[in-house]
């Protein structure tokens, strides 16, 4: 995950995980690749943010501070850091352009439906800019069922073993 997403959690008194930097360089070891671009495309590991599905202060603030560091709830998607520019599918996909929301379906969006998209052609895709304007609220606008809802989800995807 970007500097984008330590600077979210950060306005909620959350740090990083000190075994973050250990969980993030093994999944990238293991998964050199941003999903959308593809993975027959590896790519300077600098390049490639190492994104959670849900975004780790709501996995925090909800009770399952585990789901920062399980890579069930990680993928890789690109942003420009180093060479030449790239779409920034973590912005885009990971986080519907906001990087205080975040998209439910990014495994789908970045494999399937928006796989190998430019920037520009994300930008002016109809089911994008849906999914943008229908995107999930910031921490601070939940209501305490969306906050239930959330938790349900964790639990679900992810069964506390
Ligand atoms: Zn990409």
Redesign the pocket.
Known sequence: MSKSGTDVAEEHGIRRSSHWPTVEKHFKQANPF????GKDKP?HPADIQVHHRIPFHFCILLGRPDLELDPRNLVG??ETETGPQ?????LLLGHLDDFKSYNVEVLDD?SVTFAGLSKEDILASAPWIAKKANKPVAWAQMTDDGKKALRKLMDTWYPVS
């Open positions: 941003c999903l959308a671009c790519q998607l690109c790239l779409p920034n599918h973590h970045a």
